[in-house]
């Protein structure tokens, strides 16, 4: 953004655009490295230290949608680079990697939102029965 304001010659705009066509096609590698990293850890991924497992796969799945998304903001303010000739096949994969992540993390969200209500319902058990047959108290540890 600063140099396309610095820049009045059509010969060095040429120039800057065909250095942002380059990193947007080091860009197209990195969202393949980001998917390859998705299935590869999808079952187990690396959950930060203590994190609970729902908390440590969503944290992950937020940080490499992240890893996407912030390029991808810059390179929708600049429409010359997104005219590009690889330009739709780097946009659908964006598009299929987003939502392959924002899909992980709703999964796991739907599981912990499950377990929350059977949780619930351990809650609502007596804690102290009185055996019937010998009259004594005893500790429900469900």
Known sequence: KKFQTIL???SLKSDLDSKLN???QNYGQELEQVQQLYEKEKHDPPIPRNLP???G???WSRHLLKRIEEPMKQFESNQNVLAGKDAKRIIKMYNKVAK???AFEYLWYQAWVQSI???KA???ATL???HPDDGKLYVNSD
Do not use: K, M, W
């Open 22 to 24: 380059i990193i947007f």
């Open 8 to 10: 009045q010659r059509e």
């Open 122 to 124: 351990g809650l609502q």
């Open 117 to 119: 209500d059977q949780a």
């Open 128 to 130: 102290i029965i009185r």
């Open 100 to 102: 392959t992540l924002v």
């Open 57 to 59: 796969n969503i944290t």
């Open 53 to 55: 497992p729902v908390a």
